[in-house]
């Protein structure tokens, strides 16, 4: 860093390197998308979940239907 002469402003004698700011600033924008992404990959793998969940539900329900129906059926088909 180079000395402040005389008085006033460090900015006034300071070189300003813009290409080092720049890919700074690109690097924090790159972090904060990439966490971005991160939790909405995150919430998609919660939503999947429980869409599997849901789904299984329903093939269970559907064969426990299917297995009362059949049994019914033998019940009645073993009364006559």
Known sequence: MS?????G?????DSFDAAT????ANERV???RWSGL???LVQIEGALERLERRIWVGVYGVAAFLLAQGA??????AMR
């Open 3 to 7: 000395e402040v002469r005389g008085g």
């Open 9 to 13: 402003s460090r900015f006034l004698y």
């Open 21 to 24: 700011a720049r890919i700074e």
């Open 30 to 32: 790159a972090a904060e």
């Open 38 to 40: 991160e939790y909405r």
């Open 72 to 77: 019914e059926a033998v019940l009645r088909a």
